[in-house]
């Protein structure tokens, strides 16, 4: 079934039991590449089962770094992180991380339905192929993000917003309760990102949560249940219209930024240096 074409509409408050249960919780987390000062410090943070959370910040402010330390692919200096309640190392396979699409060799000659399917991969085990059950799912996943009809396509051939999908498919087939993804809807027209908002909608709607880092304001000041403005530290969390304000802002960009959060018609973001106003369409 295809994806429709349409703008995702605020999220309706969620059911009081979600709040009480936790995908994600970074504690105190410290880390960075080994001779440099922390790209993060003592970050604290929590994602809810079922909810969609906006991680925003500038560059440099630490986002990939944290999807990264919070996997174990980059070892922190100081603090943990756990997924449903446990450690990270003893849940991971109900976890996706979907890096940025800069990130991918899309030049490597591999399908999409085989992209897809490498989210059936759960740890070491002899080569034996994928099975049935794998083929199945990663297809269905496909159907689910309206990709089904490339499944034999080389990957790289399909457009941006295409391969954002097919990353998250793989996430899908894979199983995963809690995903990361980053940057998601960098480079996309405001078409293609209301239709992945509107497929991560459904995936939050089922039970799954989703934390994204993105510089899209209107994005998560309207499609977010909750945001967390990130500069090295924690400058802020809890809901958009209490945290995209513009003391907030102009404390985690480091510049001085004007935003009403979930306008009736417009965002507006001015930037003093320059003097001049942007006006972004909010989708309703």
Known sequence: MALESRHVPDRAPLAEHHHADTALEVRHLTAGH??????????????????????????????STLFKASLGLIHPARGEVLAFGRPVRDSRAEIAYMPQVEEVDWEFPVSVLDVVMMGRYQGPRPFLGWSRADRAA????????????????????????????????????????????????AGLDAAVQ????????????????????????????????????????VVAAGQPK????????????????????????????????????????VPR
């Not at 939050?204 to 909750?226: F, K, M, P």
């Open 34 to 63: 080994p001779g440099m000062p922390p790209a993060i410090d003592d970050v604290s943070l929590r994602v809810p089962v079922g909810e969609i959370v906006g991680l925003i910040g500038p560059n440099g402010a630490g986002k």
């Open 242 to 281: 209490n945290v995209l304000t513009e003391a907030i802002l102009t404390a985690t960009f480091e510049r001085h930024l004007l935003a009403i959060p979930q306008a009736m018609d417009i965002v507006r973001i001015a930037d003093d240096e320059h003097l001049e106003t942007h006006e972004q369409q």
């Open 138 to 185: 990663a297809l269905a996943a496909l159907g689910r993000v309206g990709l089904a009809p490339y499944a034999g396509r080389q990957a790289g051939q399909l457009s941006g917003g295409q391969r954002r999908r097919i990353l998250i498919a793989r996430s899908i087939a894979r199983g995963a309760r809690l995903l990361l993804l980053d940057e998601p809807f």
């Open 194 to 233: 209301h239709d992945l908002l509107a497929l991560m909608d459904d995936l939050a709607s089922e039970g799954r949560s989703i934390l994204i880092a993105t510089h899209d304001l209107s994005c998560v000041a309207n499609s977010c249940d909750q945001a967390i403005c990130l500069n090295r530290r």
